[in-house]
């Protein structure tokens, strides 16, 4: 079984701070994809970025960026000089390479950045 | 820029009455899902739909639950016999492919309240 596990359920910071936010997950598949989510407070679901297990290069995409390490299980995202529409939740996610594609949520974590 | 849209918004219902929640994926795509978010939960995988046939289920989608795409744009979702534990946010998304490594991208959702 496939599971995800975001351990920080909020965290809460000043706007410029850095701040990463950790996702580690289980399976026993050899090919998997991770994904983040952002959840604004306006409810609907944002994908940011999507990464398979073979692709362990770091990613950067403006302020954001993603360290994903095999070896430890982990796809932790680093918002750099956060904002304060960042605040929202974040949920990073699990699918496996077969049909059906049934993606597997971490609990999320809630982002407060404060001006 | 394509989007999933979902309607209604917010949509009450006594229990025990049935429910259609509507979705329009996006006009390319192929694969349609159906998701849930109990209020301050994690997001959960309800089922997946591919050629007019369910691709996988959760146990959540128990018999109570059905996915129809009644023409070529509506994907819905319809609940019979709504208990109070229904009261969620559900999400429809859509993917090009249905490989693991498809991108879902997710309407606003509708927040169904059972009373």
């Known amino acids: 079984a496939q599971k995800v596990t975001q351990a920080q359920t909020e965290i809460s910071v000043v706007e410029k701070e850095d701040v990463t936010l950790d996702c580690v997950y289980e399976t026993r598949d050899t090919t998997y994809y991770l994904f983040w989510y952002k959840q604004p407070p306006s409810g609907e679901l944002v994908f940011l970025i999507r990464?398979?297990?073979?692709?362990?290069q770091n990613e950067i995409s403006g302020r954001y960026s993603w360290n994903f390490q095999k070896s430890t299980s982990s796809f932790n995202f680093t918002i750099t000089a956060s904002q304060v529409v960042d605040s929202a939740v974040y949920f990073c996610a699990l699918s496996r390479n077969n049909a059906g594609n049934m993606l597997t949520f971490g609990g999320g974590t809630r982002l407060m950045v404060k001006p | 820029e394509p989007e999933v849209t979902q309607t209604p918004s917010h949509q009450v219902t006594q229990m025990g009455q049935e429910v259609i929640l509507r979705c329009v994926p996006i006009s390319n795509h192929l694969y349609f899902y159906w998701y849930r978010q109990i209020l301050g939960q994690k997001v959960e995988f309800l089922v997946s739909?591919?050629?007019?046939?369910?691709?996988?289920k959760s146990e959540i989608f128990d018999d109570r639950f059905s996915v129809e795409r009644p023409d070529g744009s509506n994907f819905t979702l319809k609940i019979r016999s709504t208990k109070l534990e229904d009261s969620a946010m559900y999400f429809c998304a859509s993917s090009e492919g249905t490989s693991g490594q498809e991108t879902q991208y997710f309407g606003p959702g509708t927040r169904l309240l059972v009373l």
């Open positions: 990464r398979n297990s073979f692709d362990e």
């Open positions: 739909f591919y050629n007019n046939e369910i691709s996988e």
